[in-house]
């Protein structure tokens, strides 16, 4: 791997994982200065990272104009939970005709992570391992498209979320997983499928309008935050300069 697609990989996963764990809201201004300032790479890099991102739906870049975290219309919001249930309703079958007895252990094992940050209090976090859990299914189902396709509309359901949901149950969502993984150990597709429904209506009935959305805050310490765990997960450090206090959009 390059030392300029290193750069553009740290900026993505952690602007990426930001949004998903709904540090920076739908609408968050994100000027190319400051993210080529946080990242120490160029307006053309920069660039590049947010375009990889607006074709995953979690950046809008319109040209000539400061990109923005995506803000989905409900109607949008609607289609990305049919596409969703419609691609988990496959891999569940996928995986249950697939089953190995490791698939268990790996499963159960996330869901201990979901419990742990539950009990933490620690609430972004949970919201993100609720998400791995259904894109581990994808890779589990041991096809790439799908993995990719889920993954995608995972994302775009974390900020969905964060700009009309209710706030984030992890009771709920650690309960539910447990049921799933249960249903799938015992290779039943008709209860995993009907589980895995309600799961993910109970998700998109969380997706409800909230007009508390507009805090202010600091993007570049949000930004540092998730630029450390892409660092180390890439095995690279980039220098950071300064930075100034950032508004969220209105």
Known sequence: MSKKSTRVDVACQ????????????????????????????????????????????????????????AKPTLEEAREVFEVRRTLEREVVRLV?????????????????????????????????LAGEFHIKLGELAGNSLF?????????RCS????????????????????EIVAALRS?????????????????????LLDQDRDAQFDLGAVLTRYTETAETGNGSKIARLPRRKTRAAK
């Open 96 to 128: 249950i005709a697939r089953w190995r007895p490791e698939f268990g252990a790996e499963l159960e094992g996330h869901v201990r992570k979901e419990e742990a940050a539950r009990k933490a209090g620690e609430a972004r976090v949970s919201i993100r």
């Open 187 to 207: 290779r039943n597709a008709e209860a995993a499928i009907e589980l895995m429904d309600h799961h993910l209506g109970a998700v998109e009935h969380r997706a």
């Open 14 to 69: 952690a602007l990426r994982q930001a949004i998903i764990e709904q540090a920076l809201p739908p609408g968050t201004k994100l000027p190319e200065d400051e993210l080529g300032a946080q990242f120490r790479m160029s307006r053309t890099l920069v660039r590049a990272a947010l375009a990889q991102l607006q074709s995953e739906g979690l950046v809008d870049a319109p040209p000539r104009r400061t990109a923005t975290t």
């Open 159 to 178: 900020l969905i979320l964060a700009l009309y949901g209710r706030p984030h149950s992890a009771d709920c969502a650690v309960n539910e997983h447990r």
């Open 147 to 155: 993995r990719r396709y889920l993954g995608e509309v995972v994302s």
